[in-house]
């Protein structure tokens, strides 16, 4: 049975897909991305639990959902034009709201000069909670 993040990284991914930026250009590695720009990558950072009550936990998860696109003239507008189709998504995501609760929680924009073309990255971060007994970690509360 998948741990309960992998099941929240996968409903991530299915919101994600198909946007009008990206596409289907979305993996969900960090190592691993894709290689048609712009993409997505969908990854888990850390989890923290929050809350305890018997043996229910409340976790808060960091998800980043990392959009890369080719560093152009117009990259950051490209950047926030990503930012803004995640945010949405995740946003208005019935499917993901069903598993957990997800909290915008910031953006970080870097540049990265490796390979033939400059590429920049937008590593959007959220804060997703959701209950599991502590002894079953693969079912969501």
Do not use: K
């Amino acid at each position: 049975m998948a741990h309960a993040r992998t099941t929240i990284r996968t409903a991530v991914m299915t919101a994600c897909t198909g946007l009008t930026t990206t596409g289907s250009n979305i993996s969900s590695s960090r190592v691993y991305a894709h290689e048609d720009l712009p993409s997505l990558a969908v990854y888990t950072d850390n989890e923290l639990v929050t809350e305890q009550s018997g043996q229910m936990q409340w976790r808060d998860l960091t998800l980043i959902v990392e959009g890369r696109a080719q560093a152009a003239t117009d990259v950051d507008d490209t950047l926030d034009t990503i930012c803004a189709e995640v945010e949405t998504a995740l946003g208005g995501d019935s499917a993901l709201a069903a598993l957990c609760t997800c909290t915008y929680a910031g953006v970080d924009i870097e540049y990265s000069g490796a390979g033939d073309q400059p590429v920049a990255l937008a590593h959007i971060s959220f804060v997703l909670q959701y209950q599991v007994n502590e002894s079953d970690p693969t079912t969501i509360i």
